[in-house]
């Protein structure tokens, strides 16, 4: 079902008042989850005002729910050091400023003023804002995002700006670098790059403009939508809905022209002339798969044709080992989607489609709302500029894992092929050569950890999303948390496994148990599990509780607790709880997995 | 196409002003109409310009005291309503 409102935020998303108004009907919507509300603060030294309620639009449009503290105007110290910003208990702070624009006199008097003098007024700004983001960090565990520093292009002093003894713009640079350096390390704070973003979408025709002088609007009110965009890349992250895998359409998608009938000399792929776009194209979709972004394709072709360009094409940036799922065939597009997302063992509301054929959007829109479809321009020498304005891949950190992702996934791809040759489940098990390493949590562990909590869905009993801060205080606490590593012949999958065992008085309470679905259907789930209790039998042998907390997407491990051995102490519509005596558990290793051979050694 | 352009300006109106489009008249002004606001007048003002793309003068904005006036500048702006 095609959501209309959806529909309507889509079709007006640059338009300032209509965003404002739709935020009404959001706000009233039926689909618009109070339970999943995250609570964003706006806090400015100028007019700000509906911004949030383009947001508000933005964030729906992108299932994300949203609740907006806009401060007082020009108030931002003054909220930062009350009490209501902490009454409201933000998820995400913004702090846009605009501190030295036209009114201070810094820009009428750079060029004249002591050296001295000047540097005192930058060190006196940064320490001021240093120290308001200190104050929130003391009173609200909620991520900040703070802007940089901002000036005007055109300083009077023309030409020589660079030659003068104080130059303005060299000394807004050297303090938003200063700012940079000081939370490079911070899971808490994040500099948005504002100058750069103001510079990007044009200074001269949005910064200053008429309105500064009829309502102080420092930005023109046609960039809000513009900025909300800005602010939605971390607002997709933190309510945990970044994509993880890009679908391609591939004639004139990746490559001008169709295979089919153009023939592989006839396609346009080259790094010079008009096939330029789609290799520059191809070299940002690589970059990205880098990132961690899972590659596939849906494409209606012959695959000898392809796999002829694959091989032979001289200048295909992308080969056939990026991707991690193909469908090149004449079956509808639609169950072609359904397929890789199986395979994939992702959700499909994980998936981000792109295709030159607004017919084949049109229909994975209507068929699968739960795909996000991009919409391709008709020109495609800004299909890469489209690509780069997308913000539903933001996260807030990159792991190593991250960057090993489309390695992994490949190897996944060769483990299925396998699979269809051996037919007997438990001898393609065997032949995986499967070892696990099961152990306590170290801290070079934490960042993969808080990652899994927020990103797994589907073996998940819990669902419980942690930040850092979380996990470290579990570790604190003396909780037991435990990881999973998994390898086979084929790589290293990584970090896959997280078991949180609370010691609870009489009971352990298993507060979270998750698997990455790349492990998933080697039957490594219950022996994590069971090897888990073994250990925790060693530590304390008493009663093990466990919930199931049912989700849209954690249906298949509803009965994981049965299969242990658990039964049921009680159940309602929120959770199921499950309990077992660790006295009458006995633990068999499977002999499919070797059980912490590198641990061992160690 | 004139009445378009009407068409577009009264749905602009109401939607800012909170009110159906029907029942807006060229007498209507802050003074007689509860959302408009000094924010909302420039959000008028800065929504006008984009929807007919046009830019008007601090002058013509300031001095814009109702709906009769804002129809009149955007007739010097060759809007034809």
């Known amino acids: 079902m095609i959501n209309n409102l959806k529909e309507e935020i889509k079709k007006n998303n640059s338009s300032f008042s209509i965003l404002i108004k739709l935020s009404e009907e959001v706000r009233r919507d039926p689909n618009f989850k109070k339970d999943e509300i995250k609570r964003i603060a706006i806090l400015s030294d100028f007019t700000l005002k509906g911004l949030g309620d383009c947001l508000m639009s933005k964030a729906f449009y992108n299932d994300i729910y949203i609740d907006i503290y806009e401060g007082d105007y020009g108030q931002w110290q003054q909220e930062i050091l009350g009490e209501e910003l902490y009454k409201f208990n933000p998820d995400l702070n913004f702090i846009i400023l605009d501190n030295f624009g036209l009114d201070r006199d810094l820009f009428y008097n750079y060029h004249c003023l002591e050296n001295g003098k000047i540097k005192k007024i930058m060190n006196d700004y940064l320490n001021n804002l240093l120290s308001m983001i200190g104050k929130i960090k003391n009173k609200n565990k909620g991520k900040i995002v703070v802007s940089n520093i901002s000036s005007y292009g055109n300083l009077i002093t023309g030409i020589t700006s660079n030659k003068v003894k104080n130059n303005l713009r060299k000394l807004i640079l050297e303090a938003n670098i200063v700012l940079e350096n000081e939370f490079l390390n911070d899971k808490q704070v994040f500099i948005f790059d504002y100058d750069g973003w103001l510079g990007h979408i044009g200074k001269d025709k949005y910064l200053y403009g008429k309105y500064y002088f009829l309502g102080d609007m420092r930005i023109e009110p046609a960039s809000f939508p513009l900025l909300s965009d800005q602010l939605l890349a971390y607002l997709i992250p933190i309510a945990s809905k970044t994509k993880k895998c890009l679908v391609l359409d591939l004639d004139n998608t990746i490559w001008g022209g169709i295979i089919g009938e153009d023939n592989m000399e006839g396609i346009k792929l080259s790094p010079t002339g008009e096939g330029k776009m789609f290799y520059i194209f191809q070299k940002l979709i690589l970059s990205l798969s880098k990132l961690g972004i899972i590659l596939a394709i849906n494409s209606k072709n012959n695959k000898e044709d392809v796999d002829k360009v694959f091989k032979e094409h001289p200048y295909m940036i992308l080969k056939e080992d990026d991707f991690a799922a193909i469908r090149i065939n004449w079956q509808d597009k639609v169950t072609n989607m359904k397929e890789l997302a199986e395979e994939l063992n992702i959700g499909l509301d994980s998936m981000v489609f792109m295709d030159d054929d607004p017919a084949n959007r049109e229909m994975i829109r209507k068929m699968i709302p739960e795909v996000e479809v991009i919409d391709l321009p008709e020109d495609p020498a800004f299909y890469w500029k489209t690509l780069l304005e997308y913000k539903g891949f933001s996260t807030l950190k990159y792991t190593d894992e991250d960057r090993d992702r489309g390695k992994m996934y490949f190897a996944e791809k060769k483990r299925r092929d396998l699979k269809k040759e051996l037919v007997d489940m438990d001898s393609f098990l065997k032949n995986l050569n499967l070892e696990v390493e099961i152990k306590p949590i170290t801290k070079f562990d934490i960042p993969r950890v808080t990652q899994l909590t927020q990103k797994t869905n589907q073996f998940n009993l819990t669902t419980r999303r942690y930040q850092e801060e979380n996990i470290k205080k579990f570790i604190e606490n003396n909780d037991q948390v435990w990881t999973l590593n998994v390898n086979d012949k084929f790589g290293d999958y990584g970090l896959v496994g997280v078991i949180i065992a609370r010691s609870n008085k009489k009971v352990w309470e298993i507060d979270t148990f998750l698997l990455s679905c790349r492990v998933l259907g080697k039957k490594i789930e219950e022996n994590f599990f069971r090897y888990m209790l073994k250990e925790l039998r060693v530590i304390e042998s008493k009663k093990v509780i466990g919930k199931y907390i049912p989700t849209k997407k954690n249906m298949q491990v509803e009965y994981f607790y049965k299969k242990i051995g658990f039964t049921v102490q009680a159940t309602s519509e929120i959770e199921t709880i499950w309990q077992l005596d660790l006295a009458e558990f006995d633990f068999v290793p499977a002999n499919h997995i070797t059980f912490n051979k590198k641990y061992a050694k160690e | ?81």
């Open chain 2, 1 to 81: 196409m004139q009445k378009n352009d009407e068409k577009k300006l009264l749905a602009l109106l109401g939607r800012i002003l909170k009110i159906a489009p029907e029942k807006i008249t060229d007498a209507m002004a802050p003074e007689n109409t509860e959302e408009w606001d000094s924010f909302n007048g420039l959000m008028i003002a800065a929504e006008l310009e984009k929807t007919f793309n046009i830019k008007f003068s601090i002058e013509e904005i300031i001095t814009t005291k109702n709906v009769g006036d804002i129809k009149n500048n955007l007739k010097k702006h060759g809007i034809i309503l």
